[in-house]
């Protein structure tokens, strides 16, 4: 009795030996956006404790003191002495000295949302899910350049942001590789979520560049700011597109208000993300396929009730 006691023991230990306990940073709590990363991170939850394991999501509260906030997220993780990180490389001289000591730390880490593959690699990350933010702006700017557009505003609520800076200026390249031309409107990090700060600054630069006939934000919740802006600047040339998307947005799409959006998937990025890396914890998998891209993809009139259906599911 004794020995099977002892044998229990062993084999109960050891099926909870690999089991992950996984930390993923994410954005603001009143950021629409991190709520369908939530909910992927909610769906691949249930795997990882089912194999012992658990997963803490680590939110910031606003965005008003951002790359300190975000380091000390990931110092927070270190802290806990988890075994997995999912963190986004939104400010990489900020955040990258702390990614490099919570592997030091032994660590396994996933890039997610931003940051690429070439940052993954030069971490030392074993992946990186998400889109890939300079092709998506590039996708966004020829879309408005094919659509006849010829002078387009990109929207930046989070300049100096790695991932932000790589969408406008992808934005201005595939504008300007179809014959067309953009430019960015930076704002202060703290007009991020404040839709009339957004709404006025857009009003007033088209009222004062009459020709900007296109408008694109970087983050689907300051889009319904830019529309209010457009409407009340009165020029009804002007199109607006967004990376992102929501409800609002994609009603806009339906009705004809906007014209698309760009969407780079998140909550297949936090699913993935999680799973692979509980995955790689646990069973020692890994992937050839690096990196895992979820975008971009164009949202418009042509496959909006396509879309509508999976946002009934919570899922886009």
């Not at 380091?71 to 927070?76: E, M």
């Not at 031309?181 to 600054?201: I, M, R």
């Not at 004062?208 to 529309?227: E, M, R």
């Not at 002007?238 to 959006?261: C, E, H, P, Y």
Request: contains cysteine; hydrophobic residues 45%.
């Amino acid at each position: 009795m004794k020995a099977a006691a002892i044998a229990a023991l062993i084999a109960s230990a050891a099926s909870t030996a690999n089991a992950a306990t996984i930390a993923v940073v994410g954005g603001s709590n009143d950021d629409a956006f991190w709520n369908l990363i939530k909910k992927g991170i909610d769906d691949a939850t249930p795997a990882v404790v089912a194999n012992g394991g658990s997963v803490n999501y680590l939110r910031l509260q606003n965005y008003d003191n951002f790359a300190p906030d975000v380091v000390q997220l990931i110092r927070t993780a270190i802290s806990q002495k988890v075994d997995g990180l999912v963190i986004p490389n939104w400010v990489p001289e900020a955040e990258d000295p702390a990614i490099k000591d919570a592997i030091a730390a032994g660590i396994k880490v996933i890039l997610m949302n931003a940051g690429g593959a070439d940052k993954a690699r030069e971490l030392g990350a074993i992946n990186y899910v998400g889109s890939d933010e300079y092709v998506a702006g590039q996708a966004g700017g020829a879309y408005f350049a094919s659509h006849g557009k010829k002078h387009v505003l990109c929207v930046n609520t989070l300049p100096g942001a790695n991932n932000t800076e790589a969408r406008c200026k992808g934005v201005t390249d595939g504008m300007v590789a179809g014959g067309g031309a953009a430019e960015q409107l930076p704002l202060p990090t703290t007009s991020f979520g404040d839709p009339t700060a957004v709404a006025e600054a857009i009003k007033a630069t088209l009222l004062k560049d009459t020709t900007i006939d296109g408008v694109i934000t970087i983050s689907a919740g300051d889009a319904d700011a830019a529309a209010t802006g457009i409407q009340q600047s009165g020029i009804a040339t002007v199109s607006l597109g967004s990376f992102d998307m929501n409800a609002a947005g994609l009603a806009r799409i339906k009705g004809g208000t906007q014209t698309f959006a760009i969407d780079q998937q998140p909550y297949l990025q936090s699913y993935l993300a999680v799973s692979l890396l509980a995955s790689a914890i646990d069973f020692g998998t890994s992937l050839p396929t690096y990196p895992v891209l979820t975008g971009p993809g164009i949202v418009d009139a042509a496959n909006i009730e396509a879309t509508l259906a999976g946002v009934e599911k919570g899922a886009r």
